[in-house]
């Protein structure tokens, strides 16, 4: 699964690097602990409208947008659903009443600078962080949609709530020595396919990036341990991402992707 990640680059980087126009109006900031309910910065592609509401078939933008972590179904009776839905499991979102409407319309990327997992052992549980190696920002495949209830009398939700869920696959290689389950990271060359708001879920081209990556994309990471001060959400700071001391690291681990460059 994918419980926490951190998200430290400035919206300006994150819209040059995905090619994208920064619509976050200043609301994204550094997180080097992004949990659950959080506000998460995403990237999506659609039609513009004109004043009417009427999407404009020929044009298309991509833009940065701010939602919340955990998605809200359109039918949920309560916005609390969201917290149970922070993943997908990518082998079975297009058939998940919960998924698979925002699988054929709402797609997105979810940027992050890495991605934090435990390795569970029988009196521990040692966090380890994932990124890649030259400091490229990982593209998560995500899912958002678009919540209101039928009644508001409180005004909570007046523009409604636009939410988003991190699709999973099964751990690549290495990574399957943390957990079984890791985010499903796009490489560039897949972006404009998963953003593209004309393809449907049963397309070709969707249905060929539900899959895990590839042995190649995982060559590209390096993983270390990292301090279990990522543990608590209170705790957000450069130092989360700091490599632990061996002498630190429970049952350290013995992976190509630990520490450093990878070797050639």
Same mark, same amino acid.
Do not use: I
């Given at each position: 699964m994918c419980g926490r990640y951190a998200s430290i680059k400035a919206p300006a980087d994150l819209a040059d690097e995905f090619r994208a126009v920064d619509a976050t109006d200043g609301a994204a900031t550094a997180d080097y602990n992004v949990a659950p309910t959080k506000q998460i910065v995403t990237v999506v592609e659609?039609?513009? !409208?004109?004043? %009417?509401?009427?999407? %404009?078939? %020929?044009?298309?933008?991509?833009? =940065? !947008?701010?939602? !919340?972590?955990g998605l809200v179904p359109s039918w949920a009776k309560d916005p609390k659903a969201g917290a149970r839905m922070i993943n997908a499991r990518s082998e079975s979102v297009a058939t998940k009443p919960a998924f698979r409407r925002a699988l054929n319309a709402r797609r997105c990327l979810i940027p992050a600078d890495g991605w934090f997992e435990w390795q569970r052992g029988p009196e521990h549980k040692q966090p380890y962080y994932t990124h890649y190696s030259d400091g490229s920002s990982l593209a998560m495949a995500g899912l958002w949609e678009f919540w209101k209830p039928k009644d508001d009398p409180d005004g909570q939700y007046p523009d409604g709530l636009v939410t988003a869920t991190v699709l999973t696959t099964? #751990?690549?290689g290495p990574l399957a020595q943390v957990h079984d389950r890791m *985010?499903?990271? =796009?490489? #560039?060359s897949a972006w404009d396919a998963w953003l593209d708001p004309d393809a449907h879920a049963d397309s070709d081209a969707v249905a #060929?990036?539900?899959?895990?990556?590839?042995?190649q994309l995982v060559a590209n990471l390096e993983l270390r341990p990292v301090s279990p001060l990522v543990n608590s959400v209170r705790n957000n700071g450069p130092e989360l991402l700091d490599p632990l001391q061996p002498e %630190?690291?429970?049952? *350290?681990?013995q992976l190509d992707l630990l520490a450093g460059p990878n070797p050639k």
């Open positions: 659609r039609h513009p !409208r004109d004043v %009417d509401g009427t999407p %404009d078939p %020929d044009r298309t933008e991509r833009t =940065l !947008r701010m939602v !919340r972590w099964e #751990a690549v *985010p499903l990271v =796009l490489p #560039a #060929a990036l539900l899959r895990p990556p590839s042995e %630190d690291v429970r049952e *350290p681990l």
